[in-house]
């Protein structure tokens, strides 16, 4: 069983729809979790950072982690054109080390 | 806003050439991370640098690759013999302190090794 998993999709989706994109995890070490967005060709650009179950938000953003079901989704209202990108979650274990496990990222296309 | 910068962003080299890679972190940051990414891939830890050492290493890092930070700005990659499945993405990350998980990445640095 893979560490992270992540829907590649293609998600497709009009302007102004809600978008929920998950991840699944299999070790419950992890104790820190990460959105990131990446454009083509781009580096990942860090969105959500959470720490503890329950939900964080930021402006459009919504981050919920759900660590008794090893569970993470990100929420995107009214989505927009230049929410087009992939979305990357990523996974930390506590303690000492600060290496990051990254899911495949979801493809997301927001059609005007 | 700070920001993590990387260069060159593309280089193309042949196999079995010397490459080294460039990153400025961001300036009050600790910890400098090197993650790659293959086409269609997913982003993958390489290595972790702190207080002038490597801090964690993942298997991929072999005796190939080295790191650097040559002066007070600088964080270098070095793959001294670079092979056709070197190619990917290289991206730069640094962050202020140890369990602070916002990891900050550069642009990336596209490698093609012929």
């Known amino acids: 069983q893979k560490e992270v998993e992540q829907d590649p999709g293609p998600l497709s989706v009009p302007e102004g729809a809600i978008v929920s994109l998950n991840c699944t995890y299999s070790?419950?070490?992890?104790?820190?979790f990460m959105w990131y967005r990446q454009y083509s060709r781009k580096g990942p650009e860090l969105l959500m950072y959470t720490y503890s179950s329950g939900n964080k938000e930021d402006g459009r953003f919504t981050a919920q982690v759900d660590k008794s079901s090893k569970y993470i989704s990100l929420f995107i209202r009214d989505s927009q054109p230049s929410d087009s990108a992939t979305y990357l979650c990523?996974?930390?274990?506590?303690?000492?080390?600060?290496?990051?496990?990254f899911g495949t990222g979801t493809l997301l296309a927001v059609q005007p | 806003e700070p920001e993590v910068t990387q260069t060159p962003s593309h280089q193309v080299t042949q196999m079995g050439q010397e490459v080294i890679l460039r990153c400025v972190p961001i300036s009050n940051h600790l910890y400098f991370y090197w993650y790659r990414q293959i086409l269609g891939q997913k982003v993958e830890f390489l290595v972790s640098f702190y207080n002038n050492e490597i801090s964690e290493k993942s298997e991929i890092f072999d005796d190939q690759f080295s790191v650097e930070r040559p002066d007070g700005s600088n964080f270098t990659l070095k793959i001294r013999s670079t092979k056709l499945e070197d190619s990917a993405m290289y991206f730069c990350a640094s962050n202020p302190g140890q369990g602070a998980g916002e990891l900050f990445f550069g642009e990336g640095s596209r490698l093609t090794v012929l």
């Open positions: 990523a996974m930390k274990y506590g303690g000492a080390t600060n290496k990051l496990i």
């Open positions: 070790n419950s070490a992890f104790q820190y």
